[in-house]
């Protein structure tokens, strides 16, 4: 990979752990250049971090394999974890190699809800048991997200209108920013997951960009200001987010 294309790949990861309020540290930079140069596997930095972390790994099923444990808001995972903090700790040195896995393999030429799932499935499947399923529960974060029984005919509908878009490819520089600022806000709105949602949307858009011709600064961003910018176009309101996205693109 050209060192440019690997700055901009570590300043990606870099921003979607700032996005979840942790940082970078040198060590997972030096692990995301390893995996970047192929000198190492993602499958090899991931067992490093569960032999470092000596983490339970005699799986304890659950009931609710697909929720949450009793009395707690941490999801079902396979080293029987329940304390939340521990597991946002344990996601922010796993993903991010994940993430440079996927940035490894030949930019996707067909974005479908298929591909947002298997994206969810590199990212978390390390993790939880539930990666890459659709959630059944009623979700919300300031505001509330598809309901569950509708969500396989929402998403339908969302990825037919892309497909029949040609995933935004052939479009000038407005254009594309006004329909990915359209395409984000559908996707933040379906919120398919049970957690996750926006480190697989961001990695599905910053592709869907590159297929596209297009490529975004995503760590020009101020983290806050893009929530307020999702936030608004669930609820229909584009502008805030398309000025975001208009700021740091780049052909």
């Known amino acids: 990979m050209k060192s440019s294309q690997m700055q901009a790949c570590i300043d990606f990861i870099r921003f979607s752990m700032e996005v979840e309020g942790a940082t970078l540290e040198d060590g997972q930079e030096r692990q995301i250049m390893s995996i970047l140069d192929e000198d190492v596997s993602a499958d ?24 949450h444990y009793l009395d707690t808001r941490t999801l079902v995972n396979y080293f029987n974890i329940e304390e939340r903090n521990e597991m946002i700790n344990l996601e922010c040195r796993i993903i991010p190699l ?17 591909l947002l799932k298997e994206i969810h ?9 539930s990666a890459g399923e659709i959630r ?12 569950p029984q509708y969500i396989n005919q929402m998403a339908n509908t969302i990825f037919s209108k892309l497909f029949s878009d040609r ?7 407005e254009s594309f920013v006004n ?4 395409y984000m ?16 949307a961001r990695v599905f858009f910053y592709l869907l960009a590159l297929n596209a011709g297009y490529d975004l600064k995503w ?31 780049v052909q």
């Open 44 to 67: 090899q930095a991931v067992e490093e971090v569960i032999r470092e972390a000596m983490l339970d790994e005699n799986f304890i099923p659950s009931d609710e394999e697909n929720g």
């Open 98 to 114: 994940r993430m440079a896995e996927i940035f490894l393999k030949p930019i996707p030429t067909k974005f479908d809800f298929e």
């Open 121 to 129: 499935t590199v990212l978390f499947g390390d993790i939880y048991p």
């Open 136 to 147: 059944h529960f009623d979700a919300s974060k300031r505001t509330s997200f598809c309901k």
């Open 167 to 173: 995933y935004l490819t052939g479009r000038d520089r």
């Open 179 to 182: 329909d990915l600022a359209f």
């Open 185 to 200: 806000g559908e996707v933040e709105a379906l919120h398919p997951f049970f957690d996750g949602n926006g480190r697989t």
């Open 219 to 249: 760590y020009e961003m101020d983290p806050d200001r893009l929530l307020e910018a999702d936030i608004s176009a669930i609820d229909g309101e584009y502008q805030p987010l398309v000025s975001v996205l208009a700021e740091v693109l």
